[in-house]
């Protein structure tokens, strides 16, 4: 009975007896045979819950580090319940006025301010019905800045609050008349907090515990699958598929060709040196039986003609271009005018070709409607990246990720555990620019042990080797280092 006694706080719509209520709900969150946490685990935190009348202040209810004084201003990381008139309490994930210490470590790591974000993504896509109920800032360490304005205007009914601690709220959601979803909400946050100070639920919360983390943490890395991306090419008809190597991008657009394309379609791959001729059309050597010189030049298409060409020989069925590594190349200056063509909502457009290719479109292309584009780039790769916006606004962007699933399904014990040590490492400490960096699970599927330890050996450590002398993940070398040397060790 723990979590419920704090959704009927939570909508009660009263502070009468806020103390003593929120006090009788604390209490039974720890040991069995009705709590959730284990009794040790109140060394973890306690209980502040004031009564405040009149304008004496903000009222609230909030878990704090037992560090804290009894009363008084705190510090550190906190789960807190804002009680308002007529609405339900605003729920949230605070930082003490006093500051950062004790929890510095926690709210400094970038994993923490990923998980409230994927919790409060969660929030919204399962419990929101189409609206905006939860929010969390990039960095929860940045108390220098208040919830955005944009943000707080969607609910005035706790503008006191923001005016208040609008500058500690790091993470916050908006409970509506679905008791489901603030009862997911306060489990959801009360795990992560009990989980960053050491403690999990117990044996017999376990199940509802892995349950709610499983569903929040897919938004950590959100899974795509064949059918997602053949539907966005049906309506946006290029796509980018982008992801950590190793995760299958390449596999999946091949895949997509062969099946739901039915083989109409065909696959290259840009690097450096492709060129506009190469891709577009120009002039190229031709052999001939005349002249002095023995040779001439000729038009000839590039691939996006050829394919232009293929897709209009017959225009009751759709043709697949798979451009393979398309970051590998400059694609601004490959496209030249033709960029103008990539406008999935626009059609008969046109562009003026310096010189006759012949049928069918001699000196005027077009792109046909049944012809799609799928591009597949590794985030991984930082050599060459789009970058151009106008190149971006025309093509539909998809992640791809590493997935559990398939290394449960392909992999061994040896494989699994890997995996999950270095996914978490990659969670908890890799920063935005490098959290791409995950190595994809396609390094994790050998399902004979012998063979998976000297494959982790010569197959991942080489590119972790690799990450480390670029500098691509300097803010967490040492964890790296830690897990390359458990995989010498196997």
């Known amino acids: 009975m723990s ?13 009468e007896a806020w103390t003593e209520r929120n006090r009788a709900a604390f209490e039974t969150l720890f040991g069995s045979p009705g709590g959730r946490y284990p009794k040790q685990s109140l060394k973890a935190v306690t209980l502040r819950a004031p009564e405040m009348t009149g304008d004496s202040g903000v009222p609230f209810a909030a878990y704090i580090h037992p560090q804290n004084p009894a009363s008084g201003p705190y510090s550190g990381l906190s789960f807190v319940m804002f009680p308002v008139p007529e609405r339900p309490c605003l729920i949230g994930m605070v930082v003490g006025t006093q ?15 990923r ?23 990039q960095d929860p360490t940045r108390t220098d800045l208040p919830v955005p304005e944009n943000v707080a205007k969607r609910w005035p009914e706790y503008k006191s609050v923001f005016d208040r601690y609008g500058k500690e709220i790091y993470a916050l959601y908006c409970p509506t008349d679905d008791r489901t979803g603030t009862e997911a909400a306060l489990t959801a946050f009360l795990d992560l907090l009990f989980e960053e100070r050491g403690y999990q639920p117990i044996a017999g919360a376990q199940a509802s515990y892995q349950s709610i983390r499983t569903e929040w943490f897919n938004y950590l890395m959100p899974s795509v699958d064949n059918a997602q991306v053949a539907e966005l090419l049906a309506t946006r008809r290029y796509v980018i598929i982008q992801g950590p190597p190793g995760t299958g991008k390449t596999m999946m657009a091949t895949e997509l060709l062969h099946t739901t394309y039915s083989g109409r379609g065909r696959s290259i791959q840009f690097h450096p040196n492709t060129t506009y001729e190469n891709f577009i059309g120009g002039l190229a050597p031709a052999t ?11 038009p000839v298409p590039g691939f996006l003609m050829e ?17 393979d590594e398309i970051n590998r190349a400059d694609l601004s200056k490959i496209l030249g005018e033709a960029i103008f063509l990539l406008e999935p909502t626009a059609s008969n457009r046109e562009i003026n070709l310096p010189y006759d290719f012949g049928e069918p479109f001699h000196r005027t292309f077009f792109i046909p409607n049944n012809l799609h584009i799928v591009g597949t780039m590794n985030s991984a790769d930082r050599s060459i990246a ?8 025309r093509f539909a962007f998809v992640s791809l990720w590493p997935r559990m699933s398939v290394v449960e399904q392909f992999g061994c014990v040896t494989m699994q555990k890997a995996f999950r040590d270095l996914i978490s490492i990659f969670i908890e400490h890799a920063a935005e620019d490098a959290f791409p960096l995950v190595p994809g699970h396609s390094y994790f599927l050998e ?7 000297r494959s982790l050996r010569v197959n991942l450590a080489p590119l972790l080797e690799e990450y480390l002398a670029q500098g691509y993940i300097g803010g967490f070398a040492e964890p790296i280092r830690g897990y390359l040397q458990e995989l010498r060790s196997l």
Do not use: M
Request: include cysteine.
């Open 3 to 15: 979590i419920p006694l704090l959704v009927e706080i939570v909508h009660s719509l009263s502070q």
């Open 99 to 113: 500051g950062l210490a004790p929890d510095e470590a926690i709210l400094g790591r970038p994993g923490h301010a």
């Open 115 to 137: 998980k409230t974000q994927a919790i409060c993504s969660w929030l919204n896509q399962k419990y929101g019905c189409g609206r905006f109920i939860a929010w969390a800032i």
């Open 288 to 298: 001939s039986t005349t002249g002095d010189l023995g040779f001439r030049f000729t």
């Open 307 to 323: 394919a232009a060409a293929r897709a209009l020989k017959d225009t009751s069925s759709h043709y697949l271009l798979h451009i």
């Open 386 to 393: 789009i970058v151009d916006v106008a190149v971006r606004r």
């Open 447 to 453: 399902p004979d042990e012998e063979r998976a330890k």
